[in-house]
């Protein structure tokens, strides 16, 4: 009988400079052709986690990108990735620099929203078993899941990946004002479904409004703490045990095959333009090039789908509130208060050396955290800026935070985008059982329902890192504040 080998990676070398105690830089002097310095925001115990994948090598090969501003970034939730860690930034010149798909991911606009109401958890405990219920029947949810009453044609499908949040809207899932609350406006422009493959469009016909699998979670949450009760309430939050509901999910299988199509082009890129980069994985090709611009408009087309995706989830979140209370959702006040993106490039400008600067910035893992003013932001939360969602591993809290002025200037307006991983989902899985974690979140008064039990062996909390220290440190960094920590009452696992 064989016996199967366990490999542990050292930890990495690479050099840290400490800036102050949550702050790190990797010197550009480190290795030949890093173009700018590195720069890690962690405390120490995150630092640990960091250090035991490649996740600082990634940093190091980010900052060879051609057309690179002031340093590449790993952010406090940041572990490894495709090319870019999870949890990285870079700004790249909107001229002279590049795009890179290794720089946004596969799940393209893989993002979070945040639906808030007027209702209390004592309202409702009492029928939130059959709410549950309701949420997971109506939700398709796990790996190739659809709803087989909601149907696109062909024709359909180009229309939503044009126009986004609003298409979907029209077709009656959804409230008018629900598109002004989301990133973009639950819209990217540039979209152009004639440069996304036959093959991605065919995988993305049958997959709107699904949750899909993986980290990918609906939960029924709590207000539980208040670190900032003027913002709270700009927000619509004005007490502990108030009901919220938080959707994370992406772009599916649409979004998967679009970056794969796209790796393939950039290899061949990387060759035609002459480009050197330390990783195959950053393969990436001149943001004025032909390939760059039809990856940004076949991209755009993948971000439209996830919003409009988590469009259709939250119509139907609200349709199982009126099934289970048997009043309308409006009764509840259950509006969207906003839905942010976390792997994606666009083109945003920033001041680089006291300069208004177009960049193609890209937020791998990462939320945008815009500040107070910026226009960019909804008109009610323009005095406060942009809500920030951090969502925490399956039982563990999440965070709703707000943007700063200082993000504006240290990690082009970047933040975490959620606790990250510890473990991989094969360890998980040989470490935890389903059952087992199921019984523990209900033990809590955390009513779960999976699609399967391996997920939720898979997505256990401790496989994550603590999200209250993730969040703690982007609050004491000052890239986005905390405003109210959230908990779950209960769980919808793909």
Same mark, same amino acid.
């Given at each position: 009988?064989?016996?199967?080998?366990?490999?542990?990676?050292?930890?990495?070398?690479?050099?840290?400079?400490?800036?102050?105690?949550?702050?790190?830089?990797?010197?550009?002097?480190?290795? $030949?052709?890093?173009?700018?310095?590195?720069?890690?925001?962690?405390?120490?115990?995150?630092?640990?986690?960091?250090?035991?994948?490649?996740?600082?090598?990634?940093?190091?090969?980010?900052?060879?990108?051609?057309?690179?501003?002031?340093?590449?970034?790993?952010? $406090?939730?940041?572990?490894?990735?495709?090319?870019?860690?999870?949890?990285?930034?870079?700004?790249?010149?909107?001229?002279?620099?590049?795009?890179?798909?290794?720089?946004?991911?596969?799940?393209?606009?893989?993002?979070?929203?945040?639906?808030?109401?007027?209702?209390?958890?004592?309202?409702?405990?009492?029928?939130?078993?059959?709410?549950?219920?309701?949420?997971?029947?109506?939700?398709?949810?796990?790996?190739?899941?659809?709803?087989?009453?909601?149907?696109?044609?062909?024709?359909?499908?180009?229309?939503?990946?044009?126009?986004?949040?609003? +298409?979907?809207?029209?077709?009656?899932?959804?409230?008018?004002?629900?598109?002004?609350?989301?990133?973009?406006?639950?819209?990217?422009?540039?979209?152009?479904?004639?440069?996304?493959? $036959?093959?991605?469009?065919?995988?993305?016909?049958?997959?709107?409004?699904?949750?899909?699998?993986?980290?990918?979670?609906?939960?029924?949450?709590?207000?539980?703490?208040?670190?900032?009760?003027?913002?709270?309430?700009?927000?619509?939050?004005?007490?502990?045990?108030?009901?919220?509901?938080?959707?994370?999910?992406?772009?599916?299988?649409?979004?998967?095959?679009?970056?794969?199509?796209?790796?393939?082009?950039?290899?061949?890129?990387?060759?035609?333009?002459?480009?050197?980069?330390?990783?195959?994985?950053?393969?990436?090709?001149?943001?004025?090039?032909?390939?760059?611009?039809?990856?940004?408009?076949?991209?755009?087309?993948?971000?439209?789908?996830?919003?409009?995706?988590?469009?259709?989830?939250?119509? +139907?979140?609200?349709?199982?509130?009126?099934?289970?209370?048997?009043?309308?959702?409006?009764?509840?006040?259950?509006?969207?208060?906003?839905?942010?993106?976390?792997?994606?490039?666009?083109?945003?400008?920033?001041?680089?050396?006291?300069?208004?600067?177009?960049? +193609?910035?890209?937020?791998?893992?990462?939320?945008?955290?815009?500040?107070?003013?910026?226009?960019?932001? $909804?008109?009610?939360?323009?005095?406060?800026?942009?809500?920030?969602?951090?969502?925490?591993?399956?039982?563990?809290?999440?965070?709703?935070?707000?943007?700063?002025?200082?993000?504006?200037?240290?990690?082009?307006?970047?933040?975490?985008?959620?606790?990250?991983?510890?473990?991989?989902?094969?360890?998980?899985?040989?470490?935890?059982?389903?059952?087992?974690?199921?019984?523990?979140?209900?033990?809590?008064?955390?009513?779960?329902?999976?699609?399967?039990?391996?997920?939720?062996?898979?997505?256990?909390?401790?496989?994550?890192?603590?999200?209250?220290?993730?969040?703690?440190?982007?609050?004491?960094?000052?890239?986005?504040?905390?405003?109210?920590?959230?908990?779950?009452?209960?769980?919808?696992?793909?």
């Amino acid at each position: 009988m064989s016996r199967r080998r366990s490999f542990h990676r050292p930890p990495s070398d690479v050099p840290l400079e400490q800036i102050d105690e949550y702050s790190w830089r990797i010197p550009q002097s480190y290795k $030949p052709g890093m173009r700018v310095p590195g720069r890690v925001f962690a405390d120490e115990d995150l630092l640990k986690k960091i250090r035991s994948d490649r996740t600082l090598d990634q940093c190091v090969n980010v900052a060879h990108l051609p057309g690179i501003y002031k340093h590449a970034i790993t952010l $406090p939730d940041g572990h490894e990735g495709y090319g870019f860690p999870i949890g990285g930034v870079a700004a790249t010149d909107y001229e002279e620099g590049v795009i890179s798909p290794g720089g946004v991911g596969y799940d393209i606009n893989c993002g979070v929203r945040l639906l808030i109401s007027n209702l209390t958890e004592a309202d409702i405990r009492p029928k939130l078993a059959g709410l549950t219920n309701a949420v997971f029947t109506n939700v398709p949810c796990g790996l190739g899941s659809r709803r087989k009453d909601f149907h696109l044609s062909p024709h359909e499908l180009d229309q939503l990946l044009t126009e986004g949040v609003s +298409w979907v809207i029209r077709r009656g899932l959804g409230w008018p004002e629900d598109a002004e609350h989301c990133e973009e406006n639950g819209c990217m422009e540039v979209a152009n479904p004639a440069k996304v493959s $036959p093959t991605a469009k065919k995988r993305g016909l049958t997959q709107v409004g699904t949750l899909g699998s993986g980290n990918h979670f609906l939960e029924i949450q709590k207000a539980d703490k208040i670190y900032d009760p003027q913002v709270a309430k700009t927000f619509g939050i004005t007490h502990t045990g108030q009901v919220t509901v938080m959707i994370h999910c992406g772009s599916r299988g649409f979004g998967h095959q679009v970056c794969s199509d796209y790796l393939r082009v950039m290899e061949r890129a990387v060759q035609k333009y002459r480009i050197a980069v330390p990783d195959r994985e950053l393969a990436c090709a001149p943001g004025n090039s032909d390939e760059a611009e039809d990856y940004h408009q076949a991209m755009a087309c993948a971000v439209n789908y996830a919003f409009s995706n988590r469009q259709a989830i939250m119509h +139907w979140v609200r349709q199982s509130f009126e099934e289970t209370f048997k009043r309308p959702a409006q009764d509840f006040d259950l509006h969207l208060l906003y839905d942010v993106a976390h792997n994606i490039a666009k083109v945003e400008e920033h001041s680089i050396d006291g300069k208004r600067t177009k960049v +193609w910035i890209h937020r791998k893992g990462a939320t945008r955290s815009f500040g107070p003013q910026r226009s960019e932001v $909804p008109k009610e939360y323009r005095s406060v800026g942009q809500p920030v969602l951090i969502p925490g591993s399956m039982g563990t809290a999440s965070y709703l935070m707000v943007g700063t002025s200082k993000a504006m200037e240290v990690s082009f307006g970047s933040t975490a985008h959620g606790a990250g991983r510890m473990m991989s989902r094969t360890a998980a899985k040989r470490r935890f059982w389903g059952g087992d974690v199921k019984n523990a979140l209900e033990k809590r008064g955390i009513i779960v329902r999976a699609a399967s039990p391996v997920v939720l062996a898979e997505e256990a909390d401790l496989a994550y890192k603590d999200v209250d220290r993730v969040a703690k440190v982007s609050d004491k960094v000052g890239i986005a504040t905390r405003v109210v920590r959230l908990v779950p009452i209960a769980v919808v696992k793909g």
